[in-house]
């Protein structure tokens, strides 16, 4: 009954936010980010944890301030997610989204062999595979399924409006193989936590483990790695798609062509991307967790 509650309780709140204009959508959104970070203060211990990870000397109220932005971001992500079916279509997209590396961008997602699209928790994500397919270049996504099978229902329904295929993250592996064979287009969402056994790198200052996966898909699949995001603008509905970095395996330096080299690399050109805008990354992800084990103390243990 808690699962059907909180769909019902969802559904209404997309009533209203749909005959909404999206100027009063992002006013309200400027509302609930002050609750969320000023009253509720919700999970601010992870968020000061993560920004004063990153920006150790960064004040108290400017902390404050990239917290409400956040929240206030976050909010929004989901009005344009309800809006977009309606506003944003295939004769109109010019007017909402910019994409600032066109050409170099367009050549690989109509290129023969396979791709690898990297991008994280930061701006509007969910808005780049919807551009992506309203263009006709279908992708397919590995994400976990939410708890509420209602609500993954419905997020899979805007996903796949345009042709977002969702690839369940266990089990799919002859999906995903399937999806590279035939030169297709595969989505990952690069900065999330791996545990101890993950690829240990550098992730805006900080230790980060990463799944190996995605640099393998890319070095054992011919797969070019196109580091993308999709960001907000001054305006809401408004976005700005780019890149910020290529590793094509017919071209890529060979010290890339390492697993750890080259998850080092897809997150630096993250991070580029964060850094430029920082107050759009998710800094109520728990981006960083475990740490990482040492060698030393494996080997110490199997001795003993």
Same mark, same amino acid.
Request: glycine share 6%.
């Given at each position: ?17 749909? $005959?909404? *204009? ?7 959104? @400027? ?18 944890? /993560?920004?004063?990870? $990153?920006?150790?000397? #960064? ?10 932005? #956040? ?42 062999? *396979? ?15 919807? $551009?992506?397919? !309203? ?15 209602? !609500?993954?229902?419905?997020? /899979? ?48 200052? @900080? ?8 640099? !393998? ?9 196109? $580091? ?21 395996? !017919? ?14 690399? =897809? ?7 964060? =850094? ?23 080997? @110490?243990?199997?001795?003993?």
């Amino acid at each position: 009954m808690r699962k059907i509650a909180e769909y019902i309780i969802l559904q209404i709140v997309l009533s209203i936010v749909q $005959v909404l *204009p999206i100027t009063g959508c992002a006013q309200l959104c @400027r509302w609930l980010a002050w609750l969320f970070s000023d009253v509720i203060k919700f999970r601010q211990r992870v968020i000061d944890e /993560n920004i004063l990870g $990153v920006f150790p000397d #960064m004040a108290e109220p400017e902390r404050r301030e990239m917290t409400r932005q #956040m929240w206030y971001h976050l909010c929004l992500m989901g009005c344009e997610i309800a809006q977009a079916p309606r506003k944003i279509h295939d004769s109109n997209w010019r007017k909402y989204v910019f994409i600032r590396d066109k050409v170099q961008m367009t050549n690989y997602l109509i290129d023969y062999r *396979p791709l690898v699209a990297v991008s994280g928790h930061f701006g509007n994500f969910e808005m780049g595979g919807y $551009v992506t397919g !309203l263009l006709g270049m279908p992708s397919y996504t590995v994400a976990r399924k939410m708890d509420n099978p209602y !609500l993954d229902e419905f997020i /899979n329904r805007f996903r796949g409006y345009n042709g977002q295929f969702i690839l369940p993250k266990e089990g799919s592996a002859p999906a995903i193989q399937e999806v590279m064979e035939s030169g297709g287009i595969l989505t990952l969402l690069g900065d999330q936590h791996a545990g101890t056994k993950g690829c240990w790198i550098d992730f805006l200052g @900080r230790p980060a483990a990463c799944h190996k996966a995605v640099a !393998l898909f890319t070095l054992s699949g011919n797969a070019p790695m196109m $580091v993308s995001y999709c960001k907000h603008t001054d305006k809401p509905l408004y976005f700005e798609i780019g890149c910020t970095g290529v590793a094509d395996p !017919l071209e890529m330096d060979s010290k890339l062509k390492d697993v750890t080299a080259l998850t080092q690399w =897809y997150n630096d050109r993250l991070a580029d991307a964060i =850094y430029d805008c920082p107050e759009q990354f998710w800094w109520v992800h728990r981006r960083w967790k475990e740490k990482p084990v040492r060698k030393t103390k494996k080997r @110490r243990a199997s001795a003993a």
